[in-house]
C-alpha cells in the first residue's frame, strides 16, 4: 500500500502551482484586453522592405490611412472596413494620434537608417503609399472628409452630412482623382458602333452602373496604378481598348477555385456568357500549384475531373483575349475573385454586390444566391455537388439587365434608405455624400484636434461646420518644433489627434540650428512617449517632388503603424 505524503510537504508546491496558474490566467487576460494591428492582403503586398529584391507590388493612398484611422473608434460593428489591415478589439484603442509629415520619401527612410534610428525601433509594421498632394492645406482638408459610401451602418441622416452634388466640387483626395485615363488602362481605340440593337431596351445607360475606378481601387480588383510594376502573371484582357459606350455588349463571367500549397485561391474553373446567354467560353483549369483542398461543396470540382485536364491560366487568358471586344463590359458577382483568380485586368465592370443591396446598409452584400431568389425567382447554388459557373455567370447577367430595364435604384435598399430629394444616381455614381472626420467623431462623444503648420480650415469648409472648427483644438503654428510641442499637448486632451509638419525640411534649416531627419526622428520618439497605453499611432511619410532625367516626377511615401504596448 503507497502511503500518501502528508499535506504539509505538498503545500509549496500546491502554492507554486497556484500563483503559476492565476499569473497564466492572467497574462491571457491582459492580451485579451489590448487591441492588435495587422497587415492584410493589399497591406501586406505594399509592405516595405530593407531588402531591395523583394519590392513590394501594392501602394496605399491617403484614404486608406484616414480609413485605419476611422476604425479605431471601435464598437461591436465596425463603422468601415479596411481593405489593407485589420485592427482587432478596435474598442480597446485609448487614442488615436496621425503624424503627417511631407518631404520625407521612401527612398529617404530606407537609404537613411542612422537618421530614423528611433523610429525603426518602433514601428515594424511600414507600408508604402502614393505621393501627397504638395499643398498641406489640401492634404489636411482631405483627412477631414470621410466619404459615407465608405461607411457600413450610416444611416444618412446626420447633421454633419454635407451633399456635393456635383463630384467635382467635392473633396478630392489623391485616390478619388484616378481615372481610367490616368495611364491606367490603353484606352485609345475609337468607339465600336455595334449593329445588335439589346441595349435599346435599356432605360438608362448601361454605362452608369459601371465601377469607377475608385470602387475598383477600393474592393481590391486587380489594377496597375501609374508608375507600380506589372505583377507577376497578371495581364490585360486586350492590349488596347475601345472607349465604352452604351450599346457596349454584356459579358457574364463566373471561376471557381481551388486553395494550392502556396495558400492562395487558384482558377479550376472559367465560364462566360454573352448577353444573350449563349455559353462562349467554358473549361476547367489546372493550376502549376499543389491542390490542397479542391473546394469540392463550393466548386464543384473533383480530382478526377481535373486529372485529364492540360488546359493552364495562360491558355485561359488568351482565349479570353481573343472572345472579348475591345469594348466589352464584364458582370458578375463579386468579380475581383474571379479576376485574381484568372489574373486578368480588365477595365469596364458591372459587379451585382455593389447595384443591389438588400441589406439597407451600404458596405454590407448580399449574396448571389439570395438576389437571384429575390429578383429572378430562381434557386441557384442548391446542388449538394456544388456551385455551377454558367448558371451563377448567367444569373449575374440577368441581374444586370433586370435592372437596366428598370431603374438606377431598383434593387438597392440602400439608396432608398437617402433622402429622396437627392439625384440618386448622383448620389451612387459621384459618390458626393461626406462627413466631417470632425463632425463624425463628435457623434460619438470623442473630440478631435488638429496640429497644422497651415490653416486646415482654409478652403471646402461647409458653413454648418463653422460651430465644430470653433469647438476643436487647432493650432497654426509656424515650424515643426513647435507642432511636436503642441502634439504632445494635444493628444493629452483629444482622442483623435491630427498633426502635419511643413514639407520642405530644409527651409527650416539655419548654421545655428540645422533640422534633419535626426531631429524628426527625435520629434517622433518623444511624441511616442507621452502617449498612453494602448495608443495607435500612425505616421505617415508623404513622399517628395523630384526630378529624375529632367523629368518631374513623384517619390513614393511610407505610412508606419504601431499600438503602444507598455509605458
Not at 437571384?372 to 441581374?399: P, T, W, Y
Not at 515643426?480 to 498633426?499: E, F, G, M, Q, S
Amino acid at each position: 500500500m503507497i502511503r500518501r505524503p502528508p499535506r504539509s510537504t505538498l503545500f509549496p508546491y500546491t502554492t507554486l502551482f497556484r500563483s503559476m496558474k492565476y499569473k497564466i490566467i492572467n497574462n491571457r487576460i491582459e492580451a485579451l484586453s489590448k487591441p492588435v494591428f495587422s497587415l492584410t492582403g493589399i497591406g501586406l503586398r505594399a509592405k516595405v522592405a530593407d531588402d531591395e529584391s523583394s519590392e513590394s507590388t501594392s501602394k496605399l493612398f491617403l484614404e486608406d490611412v484616414q480609413h485605419l484611422a476611422v476604425r479605431s473608434l471601435g464598437g461591436k460593428v465596425p463603422l468601415i472596413q479596411t481593405r489593407w489591415c485589420k485592427l482587432q478589439r478596435s474598442s480597446r484603442v485609448s487614442k488615436t494620434v496621425l503624424l503627417v509629415v511631407q518631404g520625407v520619401s521612401e527612398d529617404d527612410y530606407k537609404k537613411q537608417e542612422k537618421s530614423f534610428k528611433r523610429i525603426r525601433k518602433i514601428f515594424n509594421e511600414v507600408v508604402r503609399v502614393t505621393p501627397l498632394q504638395q499643398d498641406s492645406c489640401s492634404v489636411i482638408s482631405d483627412l477631414l472628409w470621410v466619404s459615407t459610401a465608405n461607411l457600413k451602418h450610416f444611416k444618412g441622416k446626420h447633421k454633419n452630412v454635407h451633399l456635393f452634388a456635383d463630384a467635382q466640387n467635392a473633396p478630392l483626395t489623391d485616390l478619388k482623382k484616378v481615372t481610367l485615363e490616368d495611364g491606367l488602362f490603353n484606352i485609345t481605340l475609337k468607339p465600336i458602333l455595334w449593329n445588335d440593337t439589346k441595349f435599346l431596351a435599356d432605360v438608362f445607360p448601361r454605362t452608369s452602373l459601371l465601377l469607377s475606378p475608385v470602387q475598383m481601387i477600393e474592393d481590391n480588383f486587380p489594377l496597375i496604378l501609374p508608375h507600380e510594376k506589372p505583377v507577376d502573371g497578371y495581364v490585360f484582357t486586350k492590349k488596347e481598348y475601345a472607349k465604352v459606350t452604351p450599346s457596349s455588349p454584356l459579358f457574364g463571367v463566373d471561376c471557381e477555385m481551388c486553395l494550392t500549397s502556396t495558400g492562395q485561391h487558384e482558377l479550376t474553373k472559367i465560364s462566360i456568357v454573352n448577353e444573350n446567354f449563349d455559353v462562349v467560353y467554358d473549361t476547367l483549369v489546372k493550376p502549376y500549384n499543389k491542390i490542397v483542398n479542391y473546394l469540392t461543396s463550393f466548386s464543384g470540382v473533383t480530382e478526377a475531373m481535373l486529372n485529364p485536364v492540360h488546359t493552364r491560366i495562360e491558355d485561359v487568358q488568351k482565349k479570353v483575349s481573343e472572345i472579348l471586344p475591345p469594348d466589352a463590359i464584364l458582370c458578375g458577382h463579386s468579380l475581383n475573385f474571379d479576376l485574381h483568380a484568372m489574373k486578368m485586368i480588365h477595365p469596364y465592370i458591372i459587379d451585382t454586390s455593389f447595384i443591389y443591396n438588400l441589406s439597407g446598409t451600404r458596405g454590407t452584400k448580399s449574396s448571389l444566391k439570395s438576389l437571384a431568389k429575390c429578383f429572378l425567382n430562381e434557386n441557384i447554388q442548391n446542388e449538394m455537388s456544388g456551385h455551377d459557373s454558367v448558371e451563377d455567370s448567367r444569373a449575374s447577367l440577368m441581374l444586370v439587365l433586370l435592372k437596366l430595364r428598370k431603374s438606377p435604384n431598383f434593387g438597392d435598399l440602400s439608396i432608398s434608405k437617402q433622402n429622396a430629394t437627392v439625384d440618386q444616381e448622383v448620389f451612387c455614381h459621384t459618390r458626393g455624400f461626406v462627413i466631417s472626420l470632425i463632425g463624425l467623431f463628435k457623434s460619438y462623444d470623442k473630440k478631435v484636434g488638429v496640429v497644422s503648420c497651415s490653416d486646415p480650415f482654409r478652403s471646402q469648409m461647409p458653413p454648418e461646420l463653422e460651430e465644430l472648427k470653433s469647438s476643436t483644438t487647432v493650432f497654426n503654428l509656424p515650424t515643426n518644433k513647435a507642432v511636436y510641442k503642441a502634439t504632445v499637448k494635444t493628444a493629452a486632451d483629444n482622442y483623435l489627434t491630427i498633426a502635419h509638419m511643413k514639407e520642405n525640411w530644409v527651409e527650416d534649416a539655419t548654421e545655428e540650428n540645422p533640422v534633419t531627419f535626426s531631429d524628426l526622428d527625435k520629434y517622433c520618439k518623444r511624441i511616442y512617449k507621452s502617449l498612453p497605453v494602448n495608443t495607435l499611432f500612425i505616421i505617415l511619410f508623404g513622399g517628395k517632388s523630384s526630378k529624375k532625367d529632367g523629368l518631374n516626377c513623384s517619390d513614393n511615401g511610407v505610412c508606419l503603424v504601431n499600438i503602444k504596448e507598455s509605458m
